[in-house]
């Protein structure tokens, strides 16, 4: 089956984007960033290009390896290996190697909890709290090779949990603590899990977020979970079963502080992160150590700029692989002190961010455009009640960002001071691929710019051609990386097909660009049946199945619809079982449903009930149609291959 959907093709992505302004890197990132000059990033990037060997061995220094490699690549595609022969452990590059330096009582995470409370964790303090967890997991029965899913609210607790796994070689599966029960169990199963680590709760907008309750409806139905520990956060009380519910302040107290880090190898399962993608069922995205932890930690210096004296936010929660790559492995692994916050932007007003700020004097700030846009939206008064002097550098990452937000950031945030960083990468690039470097890279509005060093990418047509100066057509990366991912967990024949089979030879992003005269990357969103719903990744076909396991429902297509903050809303055509009528309730019913089975993210904007789906003569759905439909009631595109022209008739008349 293609990704793609047959109703799209290159002819569609066109931009309608024209953005003249252009920002140069402002004179003291200049003089004293890590990459300083456009003319030092082309020498870095043809030498990485056109001697990658030798390129990445070098940058390879910058991990500690308990034995160096033998090859720097083995590439048989679709599969790379890296740094062959090597062994090394992320958690001793991202916690022990800094302990030999003044950096041992450098704060490595800061935290705030939602309700107020702050904790500071050292890179010492860090490692006995790592070793600590890494010994209980052992106790557990967990060993090398074994999986964990971790289901956590924003506290230390979780990078902790993640660290303790790489140490002993566990992989880790973090599921985003916003997910339903049914949700983390199909994950659970999926990569079967032999231990959860979850928490009591966590407080999200002054509300607490049940987490050990969902574990327990997922338990129920997952063979391969043998126990569950249990951080204490809100307190609130919650059934522990005997035998296998244990509490983690319990348990750290009767194990040693020190615990020997695994000498794994380079390709060691470090992680999996389930994404969305065209089909109904999540992708478990295996991403491996050396490779990872190499690029995660090299572009963190590179892009953030990163020194010591600074303090590092990224707002992204550790559920998603910006957390994963920019909260714990990247920023860790340089030895940064990163600060950690539990809940939301807006609480108890709009300004916590910027108070957060304020009061940690966060130096560089990494977001999404989502966010940028309910900044935008609540209005300047917030931000500008703040002293926001203490930043130097702002990041955008999750989606396109608009000029418009683009230009808010810069002036009522960064005051027109800051570089901006808009970082465009994917779950399955695993580190960031394209975006400005910011003591050399001139800035425009809306474009990631260019590719960092080591990234090949391209812009291509559906048959392999190489297109011109702003001409649409798919992103793709025409060599492989060291964070690439490795496989899907468990469906390698999925992984060849969906990422090197789109477009021969290269791997196939799924989303729609542009490369302008200056060769900046604009990147217009996706291509296939996956919507950016406030930069959360999210698939129609997941949010479908959701739909039609509700036993009112006999066929559902989702569409995304443009949404000034979310980016998309999510617009669902319904059609019911013979017998069932549409109503209010039934459409508030469905919507709880789809929360249920998926989550809050995934709750359709809008529900519409319809008598038929418009579909093509070989009977799929015409999304297209929907589309549009959903975005502006009119269909202006080619209808020709639709089967029944009276479903459309129809459909529009229900709108009015
Ligand atoms: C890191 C992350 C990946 C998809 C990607 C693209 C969109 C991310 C972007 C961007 C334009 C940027 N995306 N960053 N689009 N400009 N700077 O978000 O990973 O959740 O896997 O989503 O997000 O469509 O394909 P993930």
């Known amino acids: 089956m293609s990704t793609i959907s047959p109703d799209r093709s290159t002819s569609e992505i066109k931009s309608v984007l024209h953005e003249e302004r252009i920002f140069p890197p402002p004179e003291d990132f200049a003089r004293s960033a890590h990459i300083r ?42 599969h790379a ?31 705030e909890g939602e309700p107020g409370e702050v904790r500071t964790l050292t890179y ?21 090779g074994d999986r964990v899913a971790i289901y956590m609210p924003m506290v230390p607790e979780l990078p902790i949990a993640m660290l303790a796994c790489a140490r002993i070689g566990a992989t880790h599966s973090v599921v985003f603590g916003g997910f339903s029960a049914e ?39 997952t063979p391969s979970v043998e126990r569950c520990i249990v951080v204490r956060r809100t307190g609130s009380p919650v059934r522990m079963e005997p035998g296998r519910d244990f509490w983690w302040h319990e348990l750290v107290e009767t194990v040693d502080d020190h615990c020997p880090p695994e000498e794994l190898d380079s390709e060691h399962p470090l992680y999996i992160l389930y994404t969305s993608g065209t089909t109904g069922k999540p992708k478990g995205i295996l991403h491996t150590t050396g490779g990872y932890l190499l690029q995660t930690a090299l572009t963190t210096e590179w892009v953030f700029d990163l020194r010591d004296e600074d303090i590092y936010w990224c707002t992204a929660d550790i559920g ?62 917030w931000p500008l009640k703040h002293d926001l002097s203490s930043l130097r550098l702002l990041g955008s990452v999750g989606e396109p960002i608009n000029p418009e937000a683009w230009m808010w950031y810069r002036e009522v945030i960064g005051k027109g001071r800051c570089p901006i960083v808009d970082t465009w990468w994917q779950t399955e690039t695993g580190a960031i ?32 051609r190489s297109v011109g100066p702003n001409e649409g057509g798919y992103l793709v990366i025409t060599r492989p990386w060291p964070s690439m991912m490795r496989t899907i967990w468990g469906d390698d024949e999925r992984y060849r097909k969906q990422y090197w089979s789109e477009i021969e030879g290269v791997y196939f992003t799924g989303d729609g660009a542009r490369r302008d005269e200056d060769g900046y ?16 990744r999210l698939g129609t076909a997941e949010v479908e199945s959701a739909l039609v396991s509700h036993e009112a429902v006999a066929e559902a297509a989702v569409v995304g619809r443009p949404d000034e903050i979310k980016g ?59 589309r549009e439909l959903a975005a502006s009631g009119v269909v202006r595109g080619d209808t020709t291959t639709l089967e029944d022209f009276s479903v459309l008739e129809k459909l529009r008349m229900e709108e009015e």
Request: glycine share 6%; proline share 5%.
């Open 37 to 78: 000059s456009m003319e030092e990033y082309e020498r870095l990037y043809a030498e990485s290009l056109n001697s990658p060997e030798t390129f990445w061995a070098r940058m390879a220094e910058k991990l500690h390896w308990f034995t160096r490699w033998h090859t720097v690549l083995e590439w048989n595609l679709p």
């Open 81 to 111: 290996r890296w740094f062959v022969g090597g062994t090394l452990n992320a958690s001793y590059n991202c916690v022990d190697r800094h302990l030999n330096s003044w950096r041992r009582n450098k704060a490595a995470i800061i935290w």
């Open 124 to 144: 010492q303090q860090l490692y006995r709290e790592v070793c600590r967890f890494a010994n209980v997991l052992k106790r557990m029965g967990i060993s090398r």
């Open 183 to 221: 949700a983390l169990r199909d994950r659970i199963n999926d990569a079967r899990c032999k231990l959860v680590v979850t928490a009591d709760g966590g407080w999200r907008r002054g509300s607490e977020v049940r987490l050990k309750a969902a574990v327990d409806e997922a338990l129920q139905q």
């Open 320 to 381: 998603w692989v910006t957390g994963h790559s920019y909260v714990v492995y990247g920023p860790l692994a340089n030895g940064a002190t990163v600060l950690m916050y539990e809940g939301a932007p807006n609480y108890p007003e709009p300004d916590r961010f910027w108070e957060l700020i304020e009061r940690h004097r966060v130096t560089i700030f990494y977001t999404a455009p989502t966010a940028i846009r309910s900044f935008i939206r609540w209005g300047e008064q």
């Open 433 to 464: 691929m394209i975006s400005p470097l910011p003591g050399a890279t001139p800035t425009k509005p809306g474009s990631a710019t260019r590719p960092l060093p080591g990234v090949e990418a391209d812009i291509r047509t559906k048959d392999g």
């Open 521 to 536: 990357y604009w990147v217009m969103g996706r291509v296939d049946d996956v919507i950016n719903v406030s930069g959360h």
């Open 568 to 626: 998309s809303a999510i617009v669902a055509f319904v059609t019911l079982e013979a017998g069932r009528t549409p109503s209010e309730e039934l459409r508030e019913e469905l919507k709880r449903h789809v929360v249920k089975e998926i989550g809050a993210l995934a709750r359709p904007d809008e529900i519409r009930f319809t008598d038929a789906l418009p579909k093509t003569r070989s009977g799929k759905i015409m999304r297209r149609l929907l």
